[in-house]
């Protein structure tokens, strides 16, 4: 599934959410540090598995976030530059012993109907996207969806190296 997250701008320091309105209809701001957003991902104590972020100037927006490829895949705009990660575990199940490891894949996508002038874009973004995400194992450049499947993350992360390969790997939801 997939859950919106509209409005969460970061800066050098914070993730400041624009103003919504409470149920009891007080205006309400939180801030939310860069380290909350990317624990949130990389915790094992929530469920939440991707996020996807668009970047305006130096500013990361976050658009969504959610649970499972599916919802991933399907996340990502075709008209627009957006960067994603999500988390990835590695499963090696021996006869008495199984041992979960959490790999982390950011994903550089330019939609396919981004204007040709506008996807240079991508490049401006990468920076301030790469502060954010630090410690994914494997970027992926990409403009179909359809190419985001377990087989081609897969190989991306048994590339990636380690001696000691997963059984399989767990994509969440």
């Not at 970061?10 to 957003?37: C, G, K, P």
Request: aromatic share 6%; hydrophobic share 35%.
């Amino acid at each position: 599934y997939q859950r919106r997250v509209r409005g969460l701008i970061a800066t050098d320091t914070h993730y400041n959410t624009s103003s919504f309105t409470s149920q009891n209809n007080h205006s309400l701001t939180r801030v939310i540090t860069m380290s909350e957003l990317w624990a949130d991902v990389t915790s094992d104590q929530t469920e939440t598995t991707w996020a996807i972020l668009e970047v305006s100037g130096d500013r990361a927006v976050g658009i969504s976030s959610g649970v499972g490829l599916d919802s991933f895949r399907e996340g990502f705009a075709d008209d627009k530059i957006q960067w994603g990660v999500i988390k990835v575990v590695g499963v090696d199940q021996q006869d008495n012993v199984t041992s979960r490891r959490p790999k982390y894949v950011q994903i550089n996508w330019v939609g396919p109907r981004v204007p040709a002038m506008k996807r240079m874009g991508a490049l401006a973004g990468k920076s301030t996207i790469s502060q954010l995400l630090q410690g994914a194992q494997v970027t992926i450049d990409c403009n179909d969806r359809n190419d985001l499947t377990t087989v081609t993350i897969g190989k991306a992360l048994l590339q990636c190296g380690g001696a000691h390969k997963p059984t399989h790997y767990d994509f969440g939801g």
